[in-house]
Every structure is written in C-alpha cells, then in structure tokens.
C-alpha cells in the first residue's frame, strides 16, 4: 500500500483545512488508519484514528471538537478535517494504515498556522 497525504497549508488561526490521505497499490478498506503530527523538534504524536469499519474513531485530547476523521473505503480515502486551527497546530502531517501484518506510512504534508 502507497500512501499519499495532501491538504497542508498555510492557513491563519481560527482557519480550516483538510487532509486527505489517498491509498493506492491495493484497498486499504481492512486497514485501521491514524494522523500523526510531528512538529519541528518535537516527536511525531497520534491526532485521530479511524478503524476499517468506520464505526470507531479515536482523536487525542488537544484536537477534539475541532478536527473530524472520516474515511470513504469505495475510494481508498481517508480525511482529516481541521477546524479552528491553532499556531500549536503547525507540523507535518502524516497518515499511518495499519492492519494484522504490516504497517505503511504516507510522506508527510505541512500545516503552518499563523496567529
């Protein structure tokens, strides 16, 4: 599975953008599927995750209520809408599917909001 993210931007505080991580080389519909961030200096951390059915979603505390997780499996897509963006906010974002026996990561997209 190739994972590919896009979206990032540079968007002002307050602002909306959204992610969207885009499978290829076989359905990645058995996959549970993470956002990671990773800020300059700083570890890569969980956002929100997603699990293969849709029916669970799981979203680290300083994101609730502001971002949503979804995915659309008919089109091997996963999004992340970010609302109320934060300067705390600005990393690279990165997609993460994971299944029974392997784990792929996307190449990261850049969020950068401005206070």
């Known amino acids: 599975v190739q994972l590919q993210a896009s979206g990032g931007g540079l968007v002002q505080s307050g602002g909306s953008l959204r992610l969207s991580c885009a499978a290829s080389?076989?359905?990645?519909?058995?996959?549970?599927v993470g956002w990671f961030r990773q800020a300059p200096g700083k570890d890569r951390v969980f956002v929100a995750a997603?699990?293969?059915?849709?029916?669970?979603?799981f979203y680290a505390d300083s994101v609730k209520g502001r971002f949503t997780i979804s995915r659309d499996n008919a089109k091997n897509t996963v999004g992340l809408q970010m609302n109320n963006l934060k300067p705390e906010d600005t990393a690279v974002y990165y997609c993460k599917a994971v299944d029974t026996y392997a784990v792929y990561w996307g190449q990261g997209t850049q969020v950068t909001v401005s206070s």
């Open positions: 997603i699990s293969w059915n849709v029916d669970t979603t």
């Open positions: 080389g076989r359905t990645f519909s058995s996959y549970a």
